[in-house]
């Protein structure tokens, strides 16, 4: 029994030092220590051993037993050190590799456009306002002396919810909302979405962007939205830039007008963008009709005031260059990584 005792030690020591995973040194362990392992067998057989023998044969056994696990103690030891240094050697970082560069986004045209107008409009001592773009019938029509029986509630021009509830047509319902809250004076500028039931083509598209300016105060006069917008018009596409006024018509605001200014691309002198002119339209303007401050509450006898709506996305188009609104909105990183 002795002989087969210094057998399993000396195979024990072999296979354990010769492990190398964690997994290896449990395996080795059940097949020398486990219920069905040969040390445990060994111990078994004492039973044919005499009286005299079997302390002596125990003590050698449990000797044996302390040993093995030691080795497994130690070469489990060693087995993680191993392991950690493997896996160092496997995830060193040589940081004299140049990095991969990942590329970097960029803001959509609209956005860009969108940041140097209200940085313009707030260094006019202009404030920032957004509204609902599911808006009451009530704001979006009738409160801008719209009546019911007007061609612009038609439902081939407008989407609605129901008999009072659109999504808005234009960014002006939020005129009389800070009309009725606000007393004057009032420096507003109101960008936002707005949807119409129009076909999608180069120039229009069911859903756009719009942004709506307002002033209302004492004195107010048509020169003060002229300066204003020819200020604002230069800062925009350059100190060059000229601007006339059209006589138009708009419900809420008499007198109206269409703004035009300078071609950016002949610079006045036409070419095919201009159709000749010289002009491109870039907005919607007037004096604040007197029923829709009235219906607001303010008194037309001190205050007067203007207002005007520009297409945000018209007015990128013509900064950028952009013949097709539908570039906008397509998400093709090949057209917006030139921005």
């Known amino acids: 029994m002795k002989e087969k005792l210094k057998v399993i030690l ?7 030092k010769a492990c190398r995973k964690p997994g290896e040194i449990e395996s080795s362990r059940v097949k020398y220590l486990g219920k069905k392992g ?15 023998e079997r302390p002596i044969m125990g003590n050698l056994v449990n000797s044996a037993k302390e040993e093995i696990e030691a080795l497994l103690k130690a070469q489990k030891e060693r087995v993680m050190v191993f392991q950690k240094e493997r896996r160092l050697k496997e995830e060193e970082i040589d940081i004299t590799i140049p990095g991969i560069r990942f590329p970097r986004g960029k803001k959509h ?4 456009t969108l940041e140097e107008i209200k940085s313009i409009f707030l260094g006019l001592g202009f404030s920032m306002i957004e509204g609902p773009e599911v808006e009451l019938a009530y704001y ?45 004076p009032i420096r507003v500028i109101i960008p936002g979405r707005v949807y119409r039931a129009d076909d999608v083509d180069a120039t229009h598209s069911p859903v756009f962007h719009q942004i709506e300016g307002l002033v209302v105060d004492e ?29 138009s018509h708009f419900p809420f605001t008499e007198p109206s007008a269409e703004i035009d200014a300078t071609c950016f691309v002949c610079n006045g002198k036409g070419c ?17 009709h007197p029923k829709v401050l009235e219906r607001c ?10 207002a005007f709506g520009m297409g945000l996305d018209r007015l990128t188009m013509l900064k950028y260059g952009i013949e097709d609104m539908r570039l906008l909105f397509e998400n093709d990183i090949r057209f917006l990584s030139q921005f």
């Open 219 to 247: 004195g107010i006069t048509l020169g003060d939205l002229k300066g204003t917008f020819d200020l604002f018009v230069k800062k925009l596409y350059g100190e060059h830039m000229e601007t006339k006024f059209r006589p």
């Open 272 to 288: 095919r963008v201009c159709k000749d002119t010289g002009w491109i339209e870039l907005s919607g303007a007037g004096m604040t």
């Open 109 to 112: 045209p609209l956005t860009k």
């Open 140 to 184: 979006n029509f009738t409160a801008l002396n719209i009546p019911e029986d007007h061609p612009a509630r038609d439902v081939q021009d407008t989407f609605y919810i129901n008999d009072d509830i659109v999504l808005r047509t234009h960014t002006s319902p939020d005129e009389p909302r800070v009309m009725e809250k606000t007393k004057p």
């Open 297 to 306: 509450g303010i008194d037309t006898s001190k205050y007067s005031g203007f």
């Open 38 to 52: 040969e040390l445990t067998a060994l111990l078994r057989g004492m039973g044919s051993l005499s009286p005299d």
């Open 10 to 16: 000396e195979n024990a020591s072999k296979e354990i």
